[in-house]
């Protein structure tokens, strides 16, 4: 780690612990008040103090229930009825953006906040809404270099208004410090193997295949953290196991614990979790259905990537929305093209890319951004806008190819070199017809209850399981869940048989299944 210099003075110090004495003898004299309720910071060029809030932890092995985090993990999850909110038009959630951020606001803070700041990334054009919250906990380094290099070093959010983007950030920071481990998560400590089937196997969600793992030096000599691959997992070695909750059979089941919750290095089994299918939303019912739409999103857009199939336009004229045309205004403003593709698979959720190249140079810089939902025109607000978190890393490049954000190889290489002709897979297939909003069937459902009913018996109907970790953290109260489907597939490179060589010959999308040699060889890299 980088070690900061003291920026202080002894003089300024010696202000700081007299004030500090000065406290304490106030409390001790029965003289309370607000700043004994927090954290006071001195600034010592205006001599002005400023109180930070702190809160107990209610969780707290002294003053508190240690067992708190344990008992909700436990226990079964039963979703309950959550109406939707009126008004929200970016994913028919049980608060809105703006009753979210009044909320939980709060946990906003430079000095005690669990999220330092929420501001607007760098190089953000003004026609879109992108906002930054701080380090990734998912996405660890150790480095000064790495975190500089990284495209998914910071956590993040976007909308179509600063309120909703705010409020994504805010949500995707509060997930990944829920879902980093703090030693209060209950663990079995057992082998695979005589767990019975009440364990799920880790390579039923990781899918890395084989031959991968033979070959796992090379994929990790890159050192990139998406690509990385573990050692084969040890059915006959005890780990750590953490249940989690099968709405499909209505029963526990159990996952290694370093599949489950991010850590700070390298746990001893040598697998490590990753953020696919990790949510923050307005109820727990909302962010097991965002967590799902991930999973359905991410498996979507590995089946189209790595097969490099060819997939419909989406007719983005024909969603009569306002808000595209002003998009694509801004995006030709600066000289780019947009369009989106259909990539709904076999599920039958609505799933689009949104893509955009520069078309007044050479290297067309090519950005992306993918969104699912069952309501299609959520499913493309989502991609739109995700895209344009993507902008302000390419928003300043020069002639000469410098002026990047970002130095990550996989990215820049993309951006040099992937154009729209060498790349025909991201452009529509113009042999089949643009999808409008009466292409896919939409019933909206007023609760979210029904949405978490659709989603199990849509899994069940495949011969799927969804299984849900509540990783909501006490101390926040912020509805934070883990959802996985086994078999379901990441969008990084893992290369395990099933869904990713089958699902697209069953679509019709190709005759054969795709060999392992035959996949796409640029890694995404999102």
Same mark, same amino acid.
């Given at each position: 780690?980088?070690?900061?210099?003291?920026?202080?003075?002894?003089?300024?110090?010696?202000?700081?612990?007299?004030?500090?004495?000065?406290?304490?003898?106030?409390?001790?004299?029965?003289?309370?008040?607000?700043?004994?309720?927090?954290?006071?910071?001195?600034?010592?060029?205006?001599?002005?103090?400023?109180?930070?809030?702190?809160?107990?932890?209610?969780?707290?092995?002294?003053?508190?229930?240690?067992?708190?985090?344990?008992?909700?993990?436990?226990?079964?999850?039963?979703?309950?009825?959550?109406?939707?909110?009126?008004?929200?038009?970016?994913?028919?959630?049980?608060?809105?953006?703006?009753?979210?951020?009044?909320?939980?606001?709060?946990?906003?803070?430079?000095?005690?906040?669990?999220?330092?700041?929420?501001?607007?990334?760098?190089?953000?054009?003004?026609?879109?809404?992108?906002?930054?919250?701080?380090?990734?906990?998912?996405?660890?380094?150790?480095?000064?270099?790495?975190?500089?290099?990284?495209?998914? !070093?910071?956590?993040?959010?976007? /909308?179509? *208004?600063?309120?909703? %983007?705010?409020?994504?950030?805010?949500? #995707?920071? +509060? &997930? =990944?410090?829920?879902?980093?481990?703090?030693?209060?998560?209950?663990?079995?400590?057992?082998?695979?193997?005589?767990?019975?089937?009440?364990?799920?196997?880790?390579?039923?969600?990781?899918?890395?295949?084989?031959?991968?793992?033979?070959?796992?030096?090379?994929?990790?000599?890159?050192?990139?953290?998406?690509?990385?691959?573990?050692?084969?997992?040890?059915?006959?070695?005890?780990?750590?196991?953490?249940?989690?909750?099968?709405?499909?059979?209505?029963?526990?089941?159990?996952?290694?614990?370093?599949?489950?919750?991010?850590?700070?290095?390298?746990?001893?089994?040598?697998?490590?979790?990753? !953020?696919?299918?990790?949510?923050? /939303?307005? *109820?727990?019912?909302? %962010?097991?259905?965002?967590?799902?739409? #991930?999973? +359905? &999103? =991410?498996?979507?857009?590995?089946?189209?990537?790595?097969?490099?199939?060819?997939?419909?336009?989406?007719?983005?004229?024909?969603?009569?929305?306002?808000?595209?045309?002003?998009?694509?205004?801004?995006?030709?403003?600066?000289?780019?093209?947009?369009?989106?593709?259909?990539?709904?698979?076999?599920?039958?959720?609505?799933?689009?890319?949104?893509?955009?190249?520069?078309?007044?140079?050479?290297?067309?810089?090519?950005?992306?951004?993918?969104?699912?939902?069952?309501?299609?025109?959520?499913?493309?607000?989502?991609?739109?806008?995700?895209?344009?978190?993507?902008?302000?890393?390419?928003?300043?490049?020069?002639?000469?190819?410098? /002026?990047?954000?970002?130095?990550?190889?996989?990215?820049?290489?993309?951006?040099?070199?992937?154009?729209?002709?060498?790349?025909?897979?991201?452009?529509?297939?113009?042999?089949?017809?643009?999808?409008?909003?009466?292409?896919?069937?939409?019933?909206?459902?007023?609760?979210?209850?029904?949405?978490?009913?659709?989603?199990?018996?849509?899994?069940?109907?495949?011969?799927?399981?969804?299984?849900?970790?509540?990783?909501?953290?006490?101390?926040?109260?912020?509805?934070?869940?883990?959802?996985?489907?086994?078999?379901?597939?990441?969008?990084?490179?893992?290369?395990?048989?099933?869904?990713?060589?089958?699902?697209?010959?069953?679509?019709?999308?190709?005759?054969?299944?795709?060999?392992?040699?035959?996949?796409?060889?640029?890694?995404?890299?999102?």
């Amino acid at each position: 780690p980088v070690r900061r210099p003291h920026a202080t003075l002894p003089a300024g110090r010696a202000v700081a612990t007299h004030l500090a004495v000065l406290e304490a003898a106030k409390w001790l004299a029965g003289a309370r008040g607000a700043s004994h309720d927090g954290l006071t910071t001195l600034d010592t060029v205006t001599l002005a103090t400023t109180t930070h809030p702190t809160a107990r932890l209610p969780q707290c092995a002294v003053c508190g229930d240690p067992r708190l985090t344990a008992r909700r993990i436990e226990a079964p999850f039963v979703p309950a009825s959550r109406p939707k909110a009126a008004g929200d038009l970016n994913g028919h959630r049980a608060l809105t953006p703006a009753q979210m951020l009044e909320r939980y606001g709060h946990l906003v803070g430079p000095v005690t906040g669990v999220v330092k700041e929420i501001r607007r990334a760098p190089g953000s054009p003004g026609f879109i809404s992108a906002y930054l919250s701080g380090q990734n906990l998912a996405m660890r380094s150790g480095t000064l270099a790495g975190l500089r290099a990284g495209l998914r !070093s910071l956590s993040g959010g976007k /909308g179509l *208004s600063d309120t909703e %983007a705010r409020t994504s950030a805010l949500c #995707e920071a +509060v &997930e =990944r410090y829920s879902g980093t481990r703090q030693g209060d998560e209950p663990v079995v400590r057992e082998t695979y193997r005589a767990l019975g089937d009440e364990a799920v196997h880790p390579n039923a969600c990781q899918l890395f295949h084989e031959r991968q793992f033979a070959d796992r030096d090379r994929w990790n000599s890159g050192g990139s953290h998406l690509h990385h691959v573990p050692r084969r997992f040890d059915e006959e070695s005890p780990t750590e196991w953490t249940p989690v909750w099968s709405l499909t059979h209505r029963r526990r089941r159990l996952l290694p614990t370093s599949l489950l919750f991010f850590g700070e290095h390298e746990a001893p089994d040598g697998l490590w979790a990753d !953020s696919n299918g990790n949510a923050a /939303g307005s *109820s727990p019912e909302d %962010a097991l259905v965002q967590g799902f739409l #991930e999973l +359905v &999103e =991410r498996d979507a857009v590995a089946l189209w990537w790595y097969n490099r199939t060819r997939h419909p336009a989406v007719d983005l004229d024909a969603f009569g929305e306002s808000y595209i045309e002003r998009l694509r205004a801004g995006y030709r403003s600066v000289g780019r093209e947009v369009w989106a593709l259909d990539l709904t698979s076999d599920l039958g959720i609505p799933v689009v890319a949104a893509l955009s190249r520069r078309t007044d140079k050479p290297a067309e810089d090519i950005v992306f951004g993918f969104g699912a939902h069952f309501d299609p025109r959520v499913a493309l607000r989502r991609a739109l806008t995700e895209m344009g978190q993507l902008l302000p890393l390419v928003g300043e490049v020069t002639a000469d190819g410098g /002026g990047y954000r970002v130095t990550d190889p996989e990215p820049l290489d993309w951006w040099r070199h992937a154009t729209a002709a060498n790349r025909p897979y991201v452009r529509p297939d113009r042999a089949a017809p643009a999808r409008t909003p009466d292409h896919w069937s939409y019933t909206p459902a007023g609760d979210l209850l029904q949405d978490v009913r659709s989603i199990t018996e849509l899994l069940r109907s495949r011969g799927l399981e969804l299984l849900v970790l509540d990783q909501t953290r006490p101390d926040l109260e912020l509805p934070v869940v883990k959802v996985l489907v086994p078999g379901l597939r990441h969008f990084w490179p893992r290369y395990a048989p099933g869904r990713l060589y089958d699902t697209p010959v069953e679509l019709g999308l190709r005759t054969e299944p795709c060999r392992l040699e035959e996949l796409n060889p640029t890694p995404l890299f999102v």
